[in-house]
């Protein structure tokens, strides 16, 4: 087990979300730079794989994983915070106009209405997530501490408004040596000599 096996359980939850519809991209950036570019679209759009809706939002967003190992001599848990983004567009959406003011062709659903709905779809998911996980034994499991939920504004080019959601999950890997030969690690020996003496410069 690995955490491709979480994206791939991310995705599988989130097909099952009236409102994300399966729009679930893996940023492979730290600070979220695919966020602010111009052909996000195209990188949705490859996320979604057979997913053949032209809509883009709302969108979940899982930042790169940070992973805490605790053991490396028996099979253990590795521990991941995860950080994910629930992201709607402000005052356009996909579809149109949220909430249109007929008066002067803008939106009324504000940023604040934004915050709400993508609060309860990152709510919701973790309550789906847990439920899945404890229903599927003790391969991914949840961290099992508080949530933390920050609302975000006006992210990237197309101005995005929702939630930062922040949880931790465990991860079973078994402790297997894929890349070294036991037998070839017995004749390593720790040099104890000085490898660099202190010397005038």
Request: with cysteine; glycine share 4%.
């Amino acid at each position: 087990m690995n955490e491709l096996n979480l994206y791939d359980l991310f995705r599988q939850i989130l097909s099952k979300s009236k409102v994300i519809q399966g729009r679930f991209h893996v940023s492979t950036n730290n600070s979220g730079n695919d966020l602010n570019t111009e052909n996000l679209n195209e990188v949705v759009k490859d996320a979604l794989g057979s997913i053949t809706s032209t809509r883009k939002y709302p969108l979940c967003v899982l930042m790169p994983p940070v992973e805490e190992l605790d053991n490396y001599i028996d099979g253990d848990y590795s521990n991941l915070t995860l950080t994910v983004y629930f992201l709607t567009q402000a005052f356009n959406g996909s579809s149109g106009i949220k909430k249109p003011n007929v008066f002067n062709n803008t939106s009324d659903h504000s940023i604040i209405l934004d915050w709400k709905d993508m609060r309860e779809c990152a709510v919701n998911f973790r309550k789906a997530f847990v439920q899945v996980t404890q229903a599927n034994g003790n391969i991914i499991r949840d961290g099992q501490k508080k949530d933390l939920i920050v609302k975000v504004s006006n992210i990237g080019n197309d101005n995005l408004n929702g939630v930062k959601l922040i949880f931790d999950v465990q991860i079973f890997s078994e402790c297997v040596l894929n890349d070294y030969e036991l037998e070839s690690l017995k004749n390593i020996k720790i040099n104890n000599k000085d490898l660099h003496p202190l010397h005038q410069h």
